[in-house]
């Protein structure tokens, strides 16, 4: 397993982790028919600005087994909480969940975050996505009790956010 920095020329790759995953996560919460409707191309050239021109503090790892990236963090500073850091997104292909990306990629999220002088980060998560909350608690972040409301895909859903000090 290599983890990486993200290259532009990765922007189709995680695009289709981006989308993979949410149609293989959030089908319960938001149904196969919606979820099909998320536009790959319109993701692959977010990914190819987002990479080609990075805001400032934002970084994005690329975990790759055999040289095929499979999964990837997303991380920079927080959109809510004046100097902290925050993980954005953390991917990975279905068919690779268990066998080590994701660990892998917390490890260097967490590091960068270190890097970047940040002692505390956040992260929000949907609150009906059990799976993802168990890895974040086994890497060690903990609810604080904020919750919000977000529309994603035409339907409302409760977010949590997560902890973790540096």
Same mark, same amino acid.
């Given at each position: ?48 600005? *987002?990479?080609? /021109?990075?805001? @400032?503090?934002? +970084?994005? &790892?690329?975990?790759? =087994?055999?040289?095929?990236?499979? #999964? ?51 992260? *929000?998560?949907? /609150?009906?996505? @059990?799976?993802? +909350?168990? &890895?974040?608690?086994? =890497?060690?972040?903990?609810?604080? #009790? ?21």
């Amino acid at each position: 397993m290599e983890v990486r920095p993200a290259r532009v020329e990765d922007a189709a790759a995680l695009a289709e982790i981006h989308v993979r995953t949410w149609q293989a996560a959030y089908e319960h919460v938001f149904g196969a028919e919606r979820l099909a409707t998320i536009d790959l191309e319109r993701r692959v050239g977010q990914w190819q600005r *987002w990479l080609a /021109e990075p805001q @400032p503090h934002w +970084r994005v &790892f690329a975990a790759a =087994e055999d040289e095929r990236v499979v #999964g990837f963090s997303w991380l920079g500073e927080s959109r809510t909480a004046a100097d902290e850091g925050e993980l954005y997104a953390i991917y990975v292909l279905p068919e690779s969940w268990g066998s080590g990306p994701g660990p892998a990629l917390m490890a260097a999220t967490l590091e960068a975050l270190r890097e970047d002088g940040f002692r505390g980060a956040l992260l *929000w998560v949907l /609150e009906d996505n @059990p799976r993802a +909350r168990r &890895f974040y608690e086994r =890497e060690g972040w903990t609810t604080d #009790g904020t919750r919000r409301e977000e529309e994603f895909l035409g339907v409302e859903v409760a977010e949590v956010r997560y902890r973790i000090t540096l």
